[in-house]
């Protein structure tokens, strides 16, 4: 099974509607990470949280919310779709603290493509 | 500002050709350094990483990839080229003064011709 998992995995909605994506993790850690991925700019962050009670903004949070519902669940809502949030959304967990002489290292689910129209 | 920089939006090869993908990040202080590669409809693996220690990294399915810090480079290679190679690359950094920030590059889609 996959140890980060989001739902779904693809949706067509459309603009004004309110939608949720979903991410859950079996990996045990507690942080977790919000991106998008748009064609030619790489992945941007949307939202981080470091713990249950910890949630913060990334560089491109406006139009977006989030819930830290527990350790394993972290869920990205568009409280309005507009057709410009159209894009591969990613969630990512990451190892903090990492091992000793390692590095904190991000691990990605496998996307929700979103299309709003 | 921590930028990366991907040389080439594309880069196609011949099968058991040499692979070359190019990253350059911009700050003076080296940042650790990651490549990612996604398949088609599936999300990011980790390929390798660099963090400290031995500048020559080796990473799954290959690869590897060296750290510079004279030429500010961590270019990924793979001695010959496979159909299954064929994938999007991603160069990523986490400057050494944040713990989680992660700042990806545009990304490098890899074509591997029969």
């Known amino acids: 099974d996959a140890d980060v998992t989001q739902t779904p995995r693809n949706r067509i909605t459309k603009t004004g509607k309110r939608i949720m994506l979903e991410c859950s993790q079996t990996?045990?850690?507690?942080?977790m990470y919000w991106y998008r991925q748009d064609p030619g700019l790489g992945l941007r962050l949307i939202y981080y949280s470091f713990d249950v009670k910890d949630i913060n903004k990334g560089e491109i949070s406006d139009g977006y919310s989030v819930s830290r519902q527990a350790q394993a669940k972290f869920s990205l809502s568009l409280e309005s779709a507009i057709p410009n949030q159209t894009a591969l959304y990613f969630c990512?967990?990451?190892?903090?603290?990492?091992?000793?002489?390692?590095?904190?290292?991000?691990?990605f689910g496998p996307g929700t493509r979103l299309l709003v129209l | 500002a921590q930028s990366v920089t991907q040389l080439g939006s594309h880069v196609s090869v011949s099968e058991g050709a040499l692979v070359l993908l190019r990253c350059n990040y911009s700050s003076s202080v080296p940042p650790y350094l990651f490549w990612y590669v996604q398949y088609p409809n599936q999300g990011l693996q980790l390929l390798l990483k660099y963090t400290t220690g031995a500048t020559l990294v080796k990473g799954i399915n290959g690869f590897e990839a060296e750290f510079k810090k004279s030429e500010t480079s961590f270019h990924l290679t793979k001695p010959s080229a496979h159909m299954s190679d064929a994938a999007e690359y991603f160069c990523?950094?986490?400057?050494?003064?944040?713990?989680?920030?992660?700042?990806f590059g545009s990304g490098t889609r890899l074509l591997v011709r029969p």
């Open positions: 990996k045990g850690h507690d942080r």
């Open positions: 990512a967990t990451s190892d903090f603290p990492p091992s000793a002489g390692d590095r904190e290292t991000q691990y």
């Open positions: 990523a950094v986490t400057p050494r003064d944040s713990s989680y920030k992660l700042i």
